[in-house]
């Protein structure tokens, strides 16, 4: 049986207020809550839904190579040690980009300039992304950085160490089973839930009590946070110590993201409304679109807009560009209208890259035959995500072969040119639900989103025919070749408005 991703979220709300699984307490903790978007990704991957995201996994030596490090880093910049209150915690998201000279988080880099600005002292607290820590000369004795290494480290231990050994008793154990069981019923699928839950217990437990202890040395007044829930020990101490937590946006928001979606029916507790207590009690978001992107479990009046500006700063960059693109000038629109950009994501990139061939090959072929010579040559870019960089030529073999055969078909596997300035040249944006469609709608690329699992995301977007969802090469080459679409108008400021200063000042208050 073939799932959407619809229907496995609906499924999965349906366990959640049959059981009231956000509200059961196992082990002292609400361990549903720790596994809920572990055990979504785990569905969709054993039903094949998604495939696996073609990252670069690493092998036993880097693992083996990445140890002392690890070592080295929880001793020289453990974030348990030395003293010191700050106003502030960050805890930034692990992939960095090069931008402004230096390794930085763009959804929270401007943290810290605005911090200085209003005199309040900070620490940001820094995970390592693929076993390691990207740094620059210019930011590698940044004195406000602490990794997070020796947390990580020590629950990993912790949990290896007590693995098979918590005291579930045996009314815990019954109610799991039961819920292993149905799970397994709706989806024909095997999944060893207990080991799943004792994980994810036995690296809460360790981590509770060290954010609790880092808090306490800190004694911050807010955390910010990005992907809280990757952080649910973090938040659960947070609320322990009355402190403030905020998260900031980093991605797509839809009502069927089990990180931010949680249906009235999947917080009742005795038949009455809970809060869902590993949740961030602000979103600081890209712009007022999102507020209601989903059913969030808080207020919406904690659902903040406040812009994104890495965006912001570097779309500035790029403006003219588009400008030109979208100018009435016949000859600016012709170098625009021929690039086509494919946008890549790793659970869906065999697809995509399939359908990229198909679409260059038979628009080529079409060119060629066309004896009337009025046809328009195009440009097709292949824009893969960072995770996906060292691995396509290995898992991409429409890609290959479209390098191989074609002239006009490029795969951009770096960082290089930048992806603003990629959409700021393209007139037309292809792929599935990655945020960068939405960047790619804010310079004006006419969009098509491909019928893939995963398309429910953007059913908004869709309904609003703001964008177009193809089911084939076929289709989309029609669009394409006989400019047979007609698109509504948006605006484009309603998903990353301007950074409005005043929300942080109001919240430093």
């Not at 209208?337 to 072929?365: P, W």
Request: charged fraction near 25%; hydrophobic fraction near 35%; glycine fraction near 4%.
């Amino acid at each position: 049986m073939a799932f959407t991703v619809k229907e496995i979220c609906q499924n999965i709300w349906n366990l959640e207020e049959k059981y009231e699984l956000n509200h059961k307490e196992i082990q002292g903790c609400y361990p549903w809550q720790l596994i809920r978007m572990y055990l979504y990704y785990e569905i969709t991957r054993k039903t094949k839904v998604f495939e696996s995201a073609q990252q670069s996994s690493l092998s036993l030596f880097d693992k083996i190579n990445s140890f002392l490090p690890f070592l080295k880093n929880s001793i020289s910049s453990n974030p348990l040690s030395g003293s010191g209150n700050v106003d502030v915690l960050i805890f930034d998201h692990p992939r960095k980009v090069i931008f402004e000279g230096e390794y930085q988080d763009i959804y929270s880099y401007f943290l810290k300039d605005t911090l200085k600005q209003y005199g309040k002292s900070f620490q940001t607290i820094e995970s390592p992304y693929l076993n390691q820590h990207f740094r620059s000369k210019a930011n590698i004795k940044d004195n406000h950085v602490r990794f997070n290494d020796r947390i990580l480290l020590g629950s990993f231990i912790h949990k290896t160490r007590n693995r098979g050994k918590l005291p579930f008793t045996e009314e815990e154990k019954q109610f799991i089973n039961s819920v292993k069981e149905e799970i397994e019923t709706t989806f024909k699928i095997e999944i060893d839930l207990f080991s799943i839950m004792e994980d994810h217990i036995l690296n809460f437990q360790y981590d509770y009590e060290k954010y609790i202890e880092l808090l306490q040395r800190k004694q911050p007044k807010v955390v910010f946070l990005v992907v809280a829930y990757e952080n649910k020990a973090l938040i659960a101490a947070c609320k322990k110590m009355n402190i403030e937590m905020i998260e900031l946006q980093h991605g797509t928001i839809s009502p069927y993201h089990l990180g931010y979606s949680y249906p009235e029916s999947t917080r009742k507790f005795n038949g009455k409304i809970k809060e869902i207590e590993y949740f961030p009690d602000k979103i600081l978001s890209f712009g007022d679109y999102w507020k209601n992107a989903c059913p969030f479990p808080i207020d919406g009046e904690n659902i903040i807009s406040m812009g994104f500006p890495y965006f912001e700063e570097n779309s500035k960059t790029y403006v003219k560009i588009d400008e030109d693109k979208n100018s009435e000038d016949e000859n600016n629109q012709k170098n625009a209208d021929n690039q086509i950009l494919f946008i890549s994501q790793g659970v869906i990139g065999k697809y995509l890259s399939k359908l990229a061939y198909e679409t260059a090959s038979k628009i080529n072929e079409n060119n060629e035959n066309n004896e009337n010579n009025n046809t328009q040559d195009y440009n097709f870019i292949y824009k893969l995500h960072p995770g996906e960089y060292g691995t396509w030529k290995e898992n991409y073999d429409y890609l290959t072969k479209a390098v191989n055969e074609f002239d006009n078909f490029t795969v951009i596997d770096e960082s290089e040119p930048p992806l603003y300035e990629l959409f700021a040249k393209s007139h037309y944006q292809i792929g599935a639900f990655s945020t960068a469609i939405y960047e790619g709608l804010a310079f004006n690329c006419k969009t098509f989103i491909i019928d893939v699992p995963g398309v429910e995301y953007l059913d908004d977007l869709i309904e609003k025919d703001i964008v177009k969802k193809v089911k084939s090469s076929e289709e989309l080459i029609n669009y394409i070749i006989n400019e047979n679409i007609s698109l509504q108008e948006y605006d484009k400021d309603y998903f990353f408005k301007n950074f409005d200063e005043t929300i942080f000042k109001n919240i430093l208050k």
